[in-house]
């Protein structure tokens, strides 16, 4: 799926969908995510609180005074703050070599370049914001605030504190969920973010900068916002004050309802600078029960390119209104093009909704179970005319997924599953298991995620339980064979 930027006008491919993450000062551009915040050095988490004000417009043209303080009162107790710690990523050295970690059992074949500079792949900390949505500990957050943690702690706004588990996490769509051991916790309200106007005042709450139980105001300055790199979210535009640490705090309207999660910032300095956004909380939701009840997101798929409809192509194709999703491509054997789409064709209507920006299609689209069969009004060539398309499923294991868990891994700490018959040919192999998660013994043997497992103790496996089964068999000490690219190596393993 090919992915253009909002700058150049297209929305994306293949799904006519979208989904990101990311942080501050990102490229020259200035896109950002509001990352985790980094910990400082020296101590610095006294909890802050406070509410701020807005201004909402309670009678048409006439502005009065907001106080969000009721709805921090009733509200702040069900967020959290959310400490995380991971490893590092490796980086150049300062004399252009790569950091070498002296556990990659590849680390000795690499070809020798200069001096190497081994060292331990550094422990980072970091933090965000949450919010509970379940009495019994089911939180919601950004995938980016807990991507590559090796471990999550969750404090309460009454300063209590939980090691938490990541369920799942979708980075398409940025959103994870996280759980904690814990009975008759606050939960927040969810509201409804269709029913939410610009211009009507909002609230966050979070630990920007670390500073935990934080309450900033703004309002809404736009909706179904299409940001460059995303495919699958119309996100909330706001000026609420958000700044690193903010990530995965809720967005309060004022009944005190959560319509968004606060994920992402445009800033050429890392920091607010009045262009906030939120992923509106009917996508987060759906994400939610998806990764709870089935471990992965199940996306539907449309398989056309599209963009928005401006002046000049609403005058080229006839267009009486500047509304729509204009097809710039339509992808060969896809659903789009057994409905009869093609490439000039504008997308105004799906099944009941209005396409008013090219942005509101891909959500709609990847909201619909595979299957579906749905009903498109299209303009073309001037002409309405109305299509049938049969939604099929996005193919792509790695966007969303379960956290694999202790069992899952068993004793050598591997989660695994065999490679499919592109995959074995692609990388040269006859079966072969493929590392999607390690810990324990695997990690600190210095196995990574996209590695290749094809012997244990020289004999083949092909089957995530034919290596569990000859591992639990196994003493203190096995040996994998590993293949990484095109390299093989022998990988001893303690297991204690």
């Not at 990352?35 to 807005?54: K, V, Y």
């Not at 390690?438 to 094809?454: C, E, F, M, N």
């Amino acid at each position: 799926m090919i992915r253009k930027t909002v700058e150049r006008g297209i929305v994306a491919a293949s799904l006519v969908a979208a989904g990101a993450t990311g942080f501050a000062y990102f490229d020259k551009s200035g896109w950002g995510r509001v990352d985790a915040a980094a910990l400082p050095n020296a101590a610095a988490q006294g909890a802050s609180q406070g509410a701020s004000q807005a201004v909402v417009t309670s009678v048409p043209g006439v502005a009065t005074a907001t106080d969000f303080s009721g709805i921090v009162q009733t509200y702040g107790p069900a967020v959290v703050n959310i400490s995380v710690i991971g490893k590092a990523q490796q980086t150049p050295a300062a004399n252009g070599q790569m950091q070498i970690d002296p556990r990659d059992p590849f680390s000795g074949m690499l070809p020798f370049f200069g001096q190497r500079a081994p060292r331990e792949t550094p422990m980072v900390r970091g933090q965000g914001s949450g919010f509970i949505v379940s009495p019994d500990g089911l939180i919601l957050t950004n995938a980016h605030v807990v991507d590559g943690a090796s471990e999550v702690t969750v404090k309460l706004a009454d300063r209590r504190e939980y090691k938490a588990k990541v369920l799942g996490s979708d980075k398409q769509t940025d959103v994870a969920v996280i759980r904690i051991e814990a009975k008759n916790l606050p939960v927040v309200r969810l509201g409804d973010p269709a029913g939410a106007k610009v211009g009507e005042p909002v609230l966050a709450i979070g630990a920007p900068f670390g500073l935990e139980n934080t309450a900033t105001a703004g309002i809404i300055s736009a909706k179904s916002r299409a940001l460059p790199e995303d495919t699958y979210v119309p996100f909330i535009q706001t000026d609420v004050a958000v700044n690193p640490g903010n990530s995965g705090g809720p967005l309060f309207n004022l009944k005190g309802e959560v319509i968004g999660i606060n994920s992402q910032i445009y800033s050429r300095t890392g920091g607010y600078q009045g262009l906030s956004f939120a992923i509106p909380i009917d996508v987060a939701t759906r994400v939610q029960e998806q990764l709870v009840k089935h471990g992965k997101v199940t996306r539907g798929r449309l398989g056309v390119s599209i963009q928005e409809v401006n002046q000049a192509l609403a005058d080229s194709f006839g267009l009486q209104k500047l509304q729509g999703a204009l097809v710039s491509a339509v992808e060969k054997g896809s659903a789009a093009e057994r409905a009869g789409l093609e490439a000039g064709d504008v997308i105004v209507r799906f099944n009941d909704r209005d396409i008013t920006q090219s942005a509101d299609l891909p959500a709609l689209v990847a909201a619909t179970a595979p299957g579906t069969a749905v009903k498109l009004e299209v303009i073309r060539k001037g002409a309405p005319k109305v299509l049938t398309a049969t939604i099929s499923e996005l193919k792509d294991a790695a966007l969303a997924q379960r956290e694999p868990s202790e069992q899952e891994q068993g004793r050598l700490g591997l989660a695994v599953r065999p490679l499919e018959k592109q995959e074995q040919r692609e990388a040269g192999v006859a079966g072969g298991l493929l590392v999607e998660d390690v810990t324990g013994p695997a990690a600190r043997s210095g196995i990574q995620p996209g590695d290749i497992v094809l012997s244990i103790n020289g004999t083949p496996v092909t089957s995530a339980e034919q290596l569990r089964a000859l591992a639990s068999k196994a003493g203190r000490n096995v040996a994998l064979l590993v293949q990484r690219d095109e390299a093989k190596i022998f990988v001893p393993l303690q297991l204690g």
